[in-house]
């Protein structure tokens, strides 16, 4: 019996996700419905593949979509996490699963009892951050606690990154994600983190330059700003009692402390609107945030104002971006300055068609064991293979497809809305992303803690 596979929304992250399906479609007996607001920017590849459909689907079209999650077998939603809660209130009324990569919203988790009820999955954050992040600290974490262990430290970075052959700007860095989100990282709220049993804060203002170092074999060293709220798994982790845990998002070293301009300058702002923004040049844009002076030009007056000499990195990172330049516009209308900051940016950050991305992820976990502190240390680098076949997709989509699959044949098969931090769910997926080059290198190395000269003394 032919089982069909609804993919709702095939945007960038979901090539690999589609790759893998269509692969297994025949000896897993498959039909993969792709219903997108756009069926015609799908690929060829898989539009024109013998165990795929492609179809219109407005998400907004009840009737539509209603009909098209009551001819399915499972779900996978690949929109914009805003979005999944109408997919997913059908999904509990027609009785079908749902995989999603976002995280959980508040309207999602209200359902989890009726999920339950009907004994169905709802899985989500099961792609890359979050997802693989999820899986592979709870293997180790596991790992630790089964043998005895007492977790002290857990420490979490992951970093959407340009690889190393296609890094060709100062800045060390390409948009390989939702551009927005980079644009607005931070914002909402204090970073909040725990350290040593102390909570710490860090206001936006601040953020980035607050930065820890990272060293990966290989590739060099990294820098790691925080994540807005890193006690957001504390009890899903079971790591209630733990003395650090903090999650951050890395950057190459430099990228931190020159996008403090930006944010010093008010220019990542999104809460008011240029009502002028259509039409201005860049350079009328930068001068937007300085002070008025008849003889200064707009470059004098931004070097003054953020206390930069022109032989300086930070100056060349400015001028690489074209910001002052007079011809080129700004089509926004009644934009945000972030979003013109982001229009910019757009315009230097973008991969080219054979230019390759790059995903780091890092952990770190501190424990005690016999009365003895310890620590590993775990990284994974994946290196995309071009501007549709990322790292990000990859690590994105091959999770949630195979969760799809594993759901789809029963092996995954506790109820409820839920993230992947469970054995059942992590060790099939995790073992067979190694076969895709999706692996951990783990080391050893020495609890430090934060007070290095009390633990050597």
């Known amino acids: 019996m032919v089982r069909t596979i609804l993919v709702i929304g ?15 479609s025949n000896e897993e007996n498959l039909q993969i419905l792709i219903g997108d607001l756009k069926p015609e920017h799908i690929p060829s590849e898989f539009a024109d593949h013998p165990n795929c459909t492609v179809f219109a689907l407005d998400i ?15 779900v996978v939603s690949m929109l914009p996490a805003s979005l999944h809660i109408k997919v997913a209130e059908d999904c509990l009324h027609y ?7 976002s995280y959980i919203s508040k309207e999602l988790k209200a359902l989890d009892e009726q999920v339950k009820k009907n004994g169905l999955v709802f899985m989500n954050e099961i792609g890359l951050d979050p997802g693989i992040d999820h899986m592979s600290a709870m293997e180790i974490i596991d790992r630790i606690t089964e043998a005895g262990g007492k977790m002290l430290l857990f420490e979490s970075f992951t970093g959407g990154l340009v690889a190393p052959a296609s890094d060709t700007n100062l800045w060390h860095y390409k948009f390989t994600w939702n551009p927005r989100n980079v644009v607005l990282a931070g914002q909402g709220g204090a970073a909040k983190f725990i350290q040593e049993g102390t909570y710490k804060y860090i206001p936006y203002q601040k953020l980035f330059r607050r930065t820890e170092f990272l060293d990966i074999e290989g590739y060099g060293t ?7 709220d890193s006690l957001d798994y504390r009890e899903a982790y079971g790591l209630q009692n733990v003395l650090t845990l903090y999650r951050g998002t890395i950057r190459r070293v430099g990228f931190s402390k020159a996008w403090q301009m930006f944010v010093i300058l008010g220019m990542t702002d999104d809460s ?16 937007l945030f300085l002070p008025y002076s008849p003889t200064d030009s707009v470059e004098l007056k931004l070097r003054h104002y953020l206390k930069i000499d022109q032989d300086d990195i930070m100056w060349g990172k400015l001028l690489e971006l074209n910001l002052f330049d007079h011809k080129r516009k700004i089509p926004l ?20 068609e054979d230019e390759k991305d790059m995903i780091v992820m890092y952990h770190k976990f501190g424990y005690e064991l016999n009365g003895e502190k310890k620590q590993i240390d775990a990284n994974m680098v994946v290196i995309g293979e071009n501007r549709t076949y990322t790292a990000m997709s990859k690590t994105v989509g091959l999770p949630v497809a195979m969760a799809t699959l594993q ?17 059942e769910v992590y060790a099939p997926i995790l073992s067979e992303l190694k076969t895709y080059g999706i692996r951990f290198k783990e080391y050893q190395v020495p609890y430090l803690g934060y007070n290095p000269d009390s633990v050597a003394g």
């Open 272 to 287: 008011y609107v240029i009502e002028n923004s259509e039409g201005m040049s860049f350079r009328e844009y930068v001068n």
């Open 10 to 24: 095939a945007g960038k992250s979901t090539s690999y996700l589609l790759d893998y399906l269509l692969k297994k």
């Open 222 to 228: 990294f820098e790691a700003y925080a994540n807005r």
């Open 60 to 74: 907004f079209n009840d009737e539509a979509r209603k009909k098209a999650v009551e001819s399915a077998s499972i």
């Open 407 to 423: 759901i789809l044949n029963g092996k995954i098969c506790t109820p409820g809305v839920q993230i992947p931090i469970r054995k």
């Open 333 to 352: 209308k009644n934009a945000t300055p972030a979003q013109m900051l982001q229009y910019i940016l757009e315009q230097s950050w973008t991969l080219q």
């Open 95 to 101: 009785k079908k699963h749902l995989i999603t990569a």
